[in-house]
């Protein structure tokens, strides 16, 4: 299959062209050697008739030359036609995507357009004594809590002849009251008490075991506290912390879930640009100043793979894997295609996280450390890269996991529609129309006889609370897009596809960039500022 598609039309204006019931283009001309793209959408559906060709384009990358072949409206090899050769056109066209100072794409990269969200669901406790006798957590949905992300490329540094860039991703929130169930500052949450769990993990010899439990008997410290939302994300003084901070400096007193992670970033990047390969578009090629991870306990967990899930080279194909590195859960992750979309009347290609991703095989026996203590498919320890702390990442509702997860839990409705990671990218552009990002944040727990404080509870993955990142382009821009794709996709000649196709990207991320500023400058200067200043 073709990285990417034109049909040549013959007397056919307005026709439509398919490529494995996909319409991927339209004739836009009643002139036999014009070429065209444009996505189309399936209520303008018309059947091909007479005299109709359709070409795909292939890339190979062993000779970077570009293949194209011929077929008829059946799909057969017409023998008319011959195997062509188009000598370095796309690969003239997509060296456009590139990220240079001073370019519109450049601009976009770094000052994203489109706004992010952030939701937070909170799972409230409602029976804590029964879960201390033995019985099963009974938990109850709250949220969501939005929040409008505000990010931004910074520190940004051109390397090696321009064939690399270093930045440090920021990022800052700003809450979204008319999206969200309540008041965070007010709202209060029943959960797990997490530094508790996390100091309890920490003592591992006899003589530290004495020191805590002592520790938590004098601080009356309990298994089940409550906060508000705002603390229990942002930030609160927690008791026996403050404590083992007197002690360990390097410890902080302060306990949240996104504590520190307000108006800063998750470490220094270092991406490729693209300069030497349009595949290579904003690839990470280090991260905190590592080509790999560490964690780990194989070289194939410990790869850095794809790019940070901003962004993703064009003339994306339907059989290409994806690959997004994710600080949240300390690894690279994957996503493959699952079905065609259409986002506001452009085409998407609908990619999802598979669920082999945090599958129990042997793939993935590196992410059990030590070697083979796998707690199950469909979660990942992510203690190792946790400072210690006995954090289980799952999707929400323990989608995709094994039944054992959700059983041990009352309260837990996992869904597709609800609760799956995805992205939808128009496989022309590599630009994401709609994507959603979805994390659930566990802790391990277990009866431990040493701590009172644990009682007689089960052994399982508690959950904590999960968190839904999503962007979508809205009609308005999704329109002009469309119509900047129409317009600037039309060639009369092959010489001229290089032409065309410069000017359709820069249209693109012209307008891109153009919409971005128009967004940021609507909103005040302390809609802008981070909720936490660091």
């Given at each position: 299959?073709?990285?990417?598609?034109?049909?040549?039309?013959?007397?056919l204006?307005?026709?439509?062209?398919?490529?494995?019931?996909?319409?991927?283009?339209?004739?836009?001309q009643?002139?036999?050697?014009?070429?065209?793209?444009?996505?189309?959408?399936?209520?303008?559906?018309?059947m091909?008739?007479?005299?109709?060709?359709?070409?795909?384009?292939?890339?190979?990358?062993?000779?970077?030359?570009i293949?194209?072949?011929?077929?008829?409206?059946?799909?057969?090899?017409n023998?008319?036609n011959?195997?062509?050769?188009f000598?370095?056109?796309l690969?003239?066209?997509?060296?456009?995507?590139?990220?240079?100072?001073?370019?519109?794409?450049?601009?976009?990269?770094?000052?994203?357009?489109?706004p992010?969200?952030?939701?937070?669901?909170?799972?409230?406790?409602?029976?804590?004594?029964?879960?201390l006798?033995?019985?099963?957590?009974?938990?109850?949905?709250?949220?969501?809590?939005?929040?409008?992300?505000?990010?931004?490329?910074?520190?940004?540094?051109?390397?090696d002849?321009?064939?690399?860039?270093?930045?440090?991703?920021?990022?800052?929130?700003?809450?979204?009251r008319?999206?969200?169930?309540?008041?965070p500052?007010?709202?209060?949450i029943?959960?797990?008490?997490?530094?508790?769990?996390?100091?309890?993990?920490?003592?591992?010899?006899?003589?530290?075991?004495?020191?805590?439990?002592a520790?938590?008997?004098?601080?009356?410290?309990?298994?089940?506290?409550?906060?508000?939302?705002?603390?229990?994300?942002?930030?609160?003084?927690?008791?026996?912390?403050?404590?083992i901070?007197?002690l360990?400096?390097?410890?902080s007193?302060?306990?949240?879930?996104?504590?520190?992670?307000?108006?800063?970033?998750?470490g220094?990047?270092?991406?490729?640009?693209?300069?030497?390969?349009?595949?290579?578009?904003?690839?990470?090629?280090e991260?905190?100043?590592k080509?790999?991870?560490?964690?780990?306990?194989?070289?194939?967990?410990?790869?850095?793979?794809?790019?940070?899930?901003?962004?993703f080279?064009?003339?994306?194909?339907?059989?290409?894997?994806?690959?997004?590195?994710?600080?949240?859960?300390?690894?690279?992750?994957?996503?493959?295609?699952?079905?065609?979309?259409?986002?506001?009347?452009?085409?998407?290609?609908?990619?999802?996280?598979?669920?082999?991703v945090?599958?129990?095989t042997?793939?993935n026996?590196?992410?059990?450390?030590?070697s083979?203590?796998?707690?199950?498919?469909?979660?990942?320890?992510?203690?190792?890269?946790?400072?210690?702390?006995?954090?289980?990442?799952?999707?929400?509702?323990?989608?995709?996991?094994?039944?054992?997860?959700?059983?041990?839990?009352?309260g837990?409705?996992?869904?597709?529609?609800?609760?799956?990671?995805?992205?939808?990218?128009n496989?022309?552009?590599?630009?994401i129309?709609?994507?959603?990002?979805?994390?659930?944040?566990?802790?391990?727990?277990?009866?431990?006889?040493?701590?009172?404080?644990?009682?007689d509870?089960r052994t399982?993955?508690?959950?904590?609370m999960?968190?839904?990142?999503?962007v979508?382009i809205?009609?308005?821009?999704?329109r002009?897009l469309?119509?900047?794709?129409?317009?600037?996709?039309?060639?009369?000649?092959?010489?001229?596809?290089?032409?065309?196709?410069?000017?359709?990207f820069?249209?693109?991320?012209?307008?891109?960039?153009?919409?971005?500023?128009a967004?940021?400058?609507?909103?005040?200067?302390d809609e802008?500022?981070?909720?936490?200043?660091?």
């Amino acid at each position: 299959m073709g990285r990417f598609s034109f049909g040549r039309c013959a007397n056919l204006k307005g026709s439509l062209l398919y490529l494995e019931q996909h319409p991927v283009l339209r004739c836009t001309q009643r002139m036999r050697n014009i070429w065209a793209y444009a996505p189309i959408s399936n209520n303008n559906r018309i059947m091909l008739k007479g005299r109709v060709t359709l070409t795909t384009l292939v890339s190979n990358r062993s000779n970077r030359q570009i293949t194209g072949s011929f077929a008829n409206k059946q799909g057969n090899t017409n023998d008319r036609n011959h195997q062509i050769e188009f000598q370095n056109t796309l690969l003239s066209w997509t060296s456009n995507m590139v990220l240079r100072n001073g370019t519109e794409i450049f601009d976009s990269w770094e000052k994203p357009p489109v706004p992010v969200y952030a939701q937070f669901y909170f799972f409230n406790v409602t029976n804590p004594e029964e879960i201390l006798q033995g019985e099963k957590p009974r938990l109850e949905e709250v949220g969501p809590y939005t929040y409008r992300e505000l990010r931004n490329k910074a520190n940004v540094q051109f390397r090696d002849n321009g064939t690399t860039i270093s930045a440090v991703s920021n990022k800052a929130y700003v809450f979204e009251r008319n999206q969200s169930v309540g008041d965070p500052k007010v709202d209060l949450i029943r959960t797990i008490n997490i530094p508790v769990m996390t100091v309890i993990e920490w003592s591992q010899n006899h003589f530290i075991r004495e020191i805590i439990e002592a520790m938590l008997k004098a601080y009356e410290q309990k298994l089940f506290v409550t906060h508000t939302v705002d603390e229990l994300l942002w930030g609160y003084k927690d008791e026996i912390l403050s404590l083992i901070h007197i002690l360990r400096p390097d410890i902080s007193p302060y306990f949240g879930l996104l504590f520190g992670k307000n108006g800063t970033n998750d470490g220094d990047y270092v991406f490729l640009t693209g300069e030497d390969n349009y595949l290579n578009f904003t690839k990470i090629v280090e991260w905190n100043g590592k080509r790999s991870l560490d964690w780990w306990t194989t070289d194939i967990c410990n790869m850095i793979n794809g790019t940070d899930g901003d962004s993703f080279h064009p003339l994306i194909t339907k059989e290409e894997v994806l690959y997004v590195f994710s600080s949240d859960l300390c690894r690279s992750v994957h996503v493959t295609f699952s079905d065609f979309k259409s986002i506001h009347g452009l085409p998407a290609f609908h990619y999802t996280v598979p669920a082999e991703v945090l599958s129990n095989t042997s793939d993935n026996a590196g992410f059990c450390p030590p070697s083979g203590n796998c707690l199950g498919s469909g979660v990942l320890n992510a203690s190792i890269c946790k400072n210690g702390a006995p954090i289980i990442m799952s999707f929400p509702h323990f989608y995709q996991a094994e039944e054992k997860f959700t059983s041990a839990i009352h309260g837990m409705n996992p869904n597709k529609e609800d609760h799956e990671t995805f992205v939808d990218i128009n496989p022309l552009t590599g630009i994401i129309l709609k994507a959603a990002k979805k994390l659930q944040i566990n802790i391990y727990v277990k009866k431990i006889d040493d701590f009172i404080e644990t009682g007689d509870i089960r052994t399982m993955v508690f959950p904590v609370m999960y968190i839904s990142e999503s962007v979508l382009i809205d009609e308005e821009n999704a329109r002009q897009l469309k119509s900047m794709i129409n317009t600037a996709m039309i060639v009369t000649n092959i010489p001229y596809i290089v032409m065309a196709l410069g000017v359709f990207f820069g249209l693109i991320f012209t307008w891109l960039a153009c919409r971005g500023q128009a967004s940021m400058d609507e909103g005040t200067a302390d809609e802008r500022a981070p909720l936490i200043r660091t």
